[in-house]
């Protein structure tokens, strides 16, 4: 009886230790999403970019481009608003790197309904930070990626949320831990509204802050679920890595 029980032990951490992201499928206040599941531990990175300045704008071609070096894209997601060109609307920092500004006043769209927010990842932790906070704080991020509007807010849903707006949409986007160890990327299955979306991240998912990324053309690569949408190229893109097995 203890043999089996170590070896179901052994068993039991080795997928825990190697499972970079979970993903499933839930549904909340009547709307299905597919949510995935990482922890700070994992390779994450963005990706704009390749080696000839052009952007990359699908799973694809991140997937041919980490190939070189031995390694794979096991998520994605596209994380941030972007111009005709695929330049990003706001702040977009890749590996140390400032690709564009920060953007801190208010603007259409989407985008410019602040607060807006910051996906800011670092080697230790990873963190949605409201704007104006993170320019008081100056956060030491790897890579960054500004969008909005930011969904949940210390707890707090954004305050131009309205329970019965009828502005519905595919939405995408990504909430964090007080402790920036917990991250869960999430995408609807059918339209929502952002209080609807907003919702997910707090009294659902349980998470302090949470930014939204984009609607519409949201898309998502989870291979381990069958995931790898089609659609128009993309602008930034957020992806976990691993070594090709």
Known sequence: MTHHWALAALLCLCATTTAAVTCRDIDFDKTPYTI????????????????????????????AQLAATDETLVFGMNAGM????????????????????????????????????????????????????FTRETMPCTYATQSGPMLVIDGRLHPR????????????????????????????????????????FRDYLKLPNALYFDGNISR??????????????MGPIVGIVAPQS
Not at 222 to 230: E, K, L, N, T, Y
């Open 36 to 63: 995935c599941e990482a922890t700070a531990a994992e390779d994450i990175r963005l990706f704009l970019y390749n080696k000839n300045g052009m952007p990359l704008g699908h799973f694809g071609n991140v997937n």
């Open 82 to 133: 972007y111009h005709d060109n695929r330049a990003p609307v706001g702040l977009y920092l890749d590996n140390g790197t400032w690709e564009m500004r920060l953007v801190t006043s208010a603007g259409p769209g989407n985008f410019g309904l602040v607060p807006n927010g910051v996906f800011c990842i670092r080697d230790t932790r990873s963190d949605v930070i409201e704007t104006l906070r």
């Open 161 to 200: 949320f309205l329970p019965k707006s009828t502005s519905r949409y595919i939405r995408n986007g990504v909430g964090t831990s007080t402790d920036g160890q917990r991250l869960v990327f999430a995408i609807s299955r059918g339209p929502v509204n952002f209080h609807s979306f907003g919702r997910l």
């Open 220 to 233: 998502l690569y989870a291979p381990d679920i069958g995931r790898s949408d089609p659609g128009v190229r």
